[in-house]
């Protein structure tokens, strides 16, 4: 039997602002632990929350920017279960009346879109951390994380596949990093996914029972838990079982998913309305004001890139899944007037040469006015495309101009005749045997001598005067 995945996700992610959601505590990753804190973020007796407006403005944003639509009026709630990282033994979240609701971010996997929907985004509070590892006599808490504003953002069960989850993730990670509401770093948890998933017998209607996975601290592990837990659940089905709906953790170390605990109802929680907060409020103008603010977001961008530089569809997705790469991609085009050669150096070595260093496009060493010169450099024959690659290299090294490279490591194109005369006589003369076999008519040969000719230059002969060259001289043979 051919089974079929469904995977929905729950996506947490740290907002990046200054203060806590509901204090002003600071919201700095690290620091001495319990230094962040405050009365009001470690549940003291008393003590008021106060929202902090910029939660709303990000989670309204977030909202926005991925097709949501956005309440006039909500509320927070309550969600009481009692665990040492939770100081108050409640967490402040929304229940019923969550901020946005009915969004969708469309994907591309293989080459094809696909349109996932994103059931609800609401604002809570983070809880501390334990650490379990540091003291023999046992746990301590770190309460510096407690109250660090989040946003839960919980898609429909869309996904048919990991590939699928990893490119929802990574869509929406990009978004959430161009609208600079998190930093997502993944590794410090800033942006965290917990994986809701089930299989079918391919053609069931139904969906089945469904297992949710947590501590999945990178993509990767995500990618992995999905197809381990899918394999799992087919082979219970397989042997007569049946899927317990439970809640999973992952083991990154041993690569297998291990029972938590049987899942949670809402029910348990006892949500009630937060009766210290007032509703929220988001009217009109304020929402206008905060979609005035947002930039250009990636599928936008995508399409322009297609319209106004021509670019393939999808080289313009690959540009546009960092902003940064994009931004740089425009500077660049825009000082060089060939956007496609830029697309092209930065899709190719560029991307190759930040891949082999472990580098992101922010960490791109020089300017981008600096690879338009290098296109520039190819554009005028100046040099080949062989020898930019070469000085590209050199520019991540060095971090110098291209025209001073050139000029230093005297790289230019040779387009001196007599010195390509001088180089193409000594390959016929050192290839005797090929060049008979051309002459007998073996075409193939001529490209093999440019190659030479090439060798000989350093890569540095102008490859059409060469060709020039190469041609008179067997043809006086
Ligand atoms: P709860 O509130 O109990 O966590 P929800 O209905 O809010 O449950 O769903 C949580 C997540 O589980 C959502 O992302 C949803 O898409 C996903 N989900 C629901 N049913 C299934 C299923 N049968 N298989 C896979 N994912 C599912
Ligand atoms: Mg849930
Ligand atoms: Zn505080």
């Not at 190759?352 to 450099?377: S, T, W």
């Not at 005369?421 to 075409?443: F, P, Q, R, W």
Request: negative net charge; hydrophobic residues 35%.
């Amino acid at each position: 039997m051919e089974y079929e995945i469904i995977v929905g996700l729950e996506v947490h992610v740290e907002l990046s602002t200054k203060s806590k959601i509901y204090c002003s505590c600071t919201t700095d990753f690290g620091g001495e632990p319990n230094t962040h804190i405050c009365p009001v973020c470690t549940g003291m007796p008393g003590v008021l929350p106060v929202l902090n407006k910029k939660v709303v403005e990000y989670a309204v944003k977030t909202g926005l920017a991925t097709n949501c639509s956005i309440a006039k009026y909500s509320k927070q709630d309550r969600k009481n279960y009692f665990y040492p990282d939770l100081p108050k033994a409640y967490q402040i979240s929304q229940y019923d009346l969550p901020l946005c609701r009915d969004g969708y971010i469309d994907i591309e996997v293989e080459g094809r879109t696909k349109r996932i929907g994103i059931t609800r985004i609401h604002i809570e509070e983070d809880a501390g951390k334990l650490v379990h590892d540091q003291n023999e006599t046992g746990t301590l808490i770190d309460y510096n994380r407690c109250g660090v504003p989040l946003i839960e953002i919980v898609t429909e069960p869309d996904m048919r596949s990991a590939q699928e989850a990893r490119a929802f993730v990574e869509s929406l990670r990009n978004i959430l990093r161009y609208i600079d509401v998190s930093d997502c770093k993944m590794q410090e948890g800033s942006l965290r996914v917990d994986v809701n998933l089930s299989v079918r017998p391919k053609g069931q209607k139904e969906f089945g029972t469904r297992t949710e996975m947590k501590n999945l601290n990178s993509i990767r592990s995500m990618v992995r838990a999905i197809e381990s837990e899918a394999k799992r659940q087919i082979e219970v089905i397989e042997s007569g079982g049946i899927i317990v709906q439970e809640t999973r953790r992952w083991d990154e170390h041993k690569g297998v998913s291990c029972s938590m605990r049987t899942k949670e109802e809402a029910h348990d929680y006892r949500y009630f309305p937060e009766p210290d907060l007032m509703p929220i409020v988001v009217d009109e103008e304020w929402k206008e004001e905060i979609k005035r603010s947002l930039p250009e977001l990636p599928d936008a961008r995508r399409k322009r890139y297609v319209n106004e530089y021509g670019l393939p569809g999808h080289d313009a997705f690959i540009l546009t899944s960092s902003k940064a790469l994009a931004d740089f991609f425009e500077e660049a085009a825009g000082k060089c007037n060939n956007a496609k050669a830029v697309s092209n150096f930065i899709l190719g070595d560029v991307s190759r040469i930040l891949n082999d260093k472990g580098m992101e496009a922010e960490d791109i060493p020089f300017p981008a006015e600096y690879l338009a010169k290098l296109v520039k450099l190819v554009d005028q024959g100046t040099i080949s495309t062989t020898i930019a690659k070469k000085v590209l290299e050199i520019m991540f090294e060095q971090k110098k101009d291209p025209q001073e490279i050139v000029r230093e490591e005297g790289l230019e194109v040779v387009s001196d005749e007599k010195a390509l005369a001088e180089v193409v006589k000594k390959v016929i003369s050192n290839n005797t045997k090929l060049v008979e076999d051309y002459k007998k008519g073996k075409d193939k040969v001529f490209g093999f001598l440019v190659g030479q000719a090439m060798k000989e230059t350093k890569g540095k002969a102008n490859p059409r005067l060469l060709n020039k060259i190469l041609k008179e001289e067997l043809d006086k043979i």
